[in-house]
């Protein structure tokens, strides 16, 4: 080694950009509880959490981790890791408890103390609006509602323009001191999970729905960042949460190519190419051919998601192994997947290495692959990763401690990951780690721990795990260890 390699302190740290966002992520109805409280109207999740067979060990959100009670105890929380941004979301049936009509100011008033509790303890509020709790009624239909022969929820276009309007209340009521705002968390779940593959509410098993779903969520977005755009200061900073996958073909061949060219068209590109360049993909149009003939896009649709938004937020925890499989036939195997168009040509072999409490596997190669694909993409979009971070089996022992050395080195690779996609020209500007709390695993229910802090649900008890502690000296050097 010459003396120039030698930079003891430099070395020793892989810093992130100075003004880099350091925050954690949490979602409603995964901890929030007080389900029937101030006039909370029930949401799709309510509903499909208490079909039997639904979620595991029949869990539900009515308590969740109590957030609603003890807000101003996880604020706390927050300042005592020393983050600079929080990221929430909004319960729509909070505020319009049946998905129209007026506001309910009980609603708003508690994001309203959230926010003003977050202000005050120097932390950036990051609002999502939607994270999956579509107001049960939406998806049920009044007798009223116009037919549309693919039932409520986001089949149907009207749920696109509802949104909008929740969007005009919410944003009336926290535009003066929110400045980041997300407008849907990760939509592919919530069309081909919740539509296609039937395991996220609202259950259903319906590809031509799921695709529908899709694009009336996108739609809903541009809709959204419109009426965004009209009640905000300019300054404000308006964005939408992706869950975009990292593809790997299984082995090196044109088959496994192609497959992987299916799914990246109905899980990434089905998203972006809309909302950025304001068309739909070609290839996946004449993939669904047999599904769908798109005639819901109406004219103007296009223009109306390709609004412009300020950034990308990014949510990455493993990447995905495509592989072509052998053709099954559409009826026997598209209506339990969730990749419309490609169903019958796609198998995922699991991808090798260690693995979280999700099964999902270790790999931090996945975020930076997708980092500078959306840096060549997308190259005048500042990017956030607005959710990163890993399920373990944690428990607190005697002493009352609960060590997490999985989680952390998990975090560390993930965040070495990011720091050599900066490096390399991607410009992420925020780092979100899911989640602050234990909470609400949707379909898993609570027997999956995500959070750096946690919760004794019995007694709502929150601990500190190692990896908050952890994550709280990342935060205060502005960087990882190398
Ligand atoms: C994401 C969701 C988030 C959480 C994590 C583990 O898909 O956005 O609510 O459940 O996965």
Known sequence: MTTNEFRPDASATLRFPAGFRWGTATAAYQIEGAAQEDGRGPSIWDTFSRTP???????????AADHYHRMPEDVALLRELGVSDYRFSVAWPRVQPDGRGPASQKGLDFYRRLVDELLDAGIRPVATLYHWDLPQQLETGLPGDSADAAGGGWPRRDTAERFADYTRYVAEALGDRVATWITLNEPW???????????????????????RAAHHLNLA???????????????AEISLTLNLFALRPARDSGADREAVRCVDAVANRLFLDPVFHGRLPEDLVRDT?????????????????????????????????VAAGAHTSPSSSRPRSPWPG?????????????????????????????????RDELPHTPLLITENGAAYHDYADPEGRVHDPERIAYLHQHLAAVHRAIADGADVRGYFVWSLLDNFEWAYGYS?????????YASQRRTLKDSARWYAAVVARNGVEA
């Open 53 to 63: 067979g639904k979620v595991l060990h029949g869990d539900t959100g009515d308590t």
């Open 189 to 211: 779940c919530a069309a081909f999970l919740g539509y296609a593959a039937g395991i996220h509410a609202p259950g259903r098993t319906d590809p031509a729905a799921a695709l």
């Open 221 to 235: 977005h541009g809709r959204s960042v419109q009426a965004l755009r009209a009640a905000l200061p300019a300054s």
């Open 289 to 321: 051919a047999e599904v769908t003939d798109w005639s819901y896009v109406h004219d103007g649709d296009l223009e109306a998601i390709a609004t412009p938004i300020d950034s990308l937020g990014v949510n990455y925890y493993t990447p995905l192994v």
């Open 342 to 374: 490609a169903a019958g040509d796609v198998r995922l072999p699991p991808a090798p290495g260690p693995r979280t409490a999700m099964d999902w596997p270790v790999d931090a190669g996945g975020l930076y692959e997708l980092l500078t694909r959306l």
């Open 448 to 456: 999956k721990r995500f959070g750096i802090v946690h919760v004794d």
